[in-house]
């Protein structure tokens, strides 16, 4: 069983910046995908960003593209989501994830981080 805890929401001014960080545990991560997600109040969840684990071959939601980032660090298990150029409706909690490379499905899930952008 994977384990992700996140961490580094907080409350922001728009067009500030935050860094979000996910640290992975329990499994050995060298082949899976890693993403971000994020849920607003009233809304869906929706996909953010994505990395592979190794390869680096990055993916985002076009509402996101330019001003968010997603990196890993393998030595620490860790992936991360710069945030820059934030706006109010970047607001929502925002949740690490994690899958195989051969499956669709997201099976692992972090317990959300509160990310409040200010106008």
């Known amino acids: 069983q994977v384990q992700l805890v996140e961490s580094g929401g907080g409350l922001v001014q728009a067009g500030g910046s935050l860094r979000l960080s996910c640290a992975a545990s329990?499994?050995?991560?060298?082949?899976?995908?890693m993403g971000w997600f994020r849920q607003a109040p009233g809304k869906e969840r929706e996909f953010v960003a994505s990395i592979r684990w190794s390869g680096g071959s990055s993916y985002y939601a076009d509402s996101v593209k330019g001003r968010f980032t997603i990196s890993r660090d393998n030595a620490k298990n860790t992936v991360y989501l710069q945030m820059n150029s934030l706006k109010p409706e970047d607001t929502a909690v925002y949740y690490c994830?994690?899958?195989?490379?051969?499956?669709?499905?997201?099976?692992?899930w972090g317990q959300g981080t509160q990310v409040t952008v200010s106008s």
């Open positions: 329990g499994r050995t991560f060298s082949s899976y995908v």
């Open positions: 994830a994690a899958r195989p490379p051969s499956d669709p499905s997201w099976g692992s």
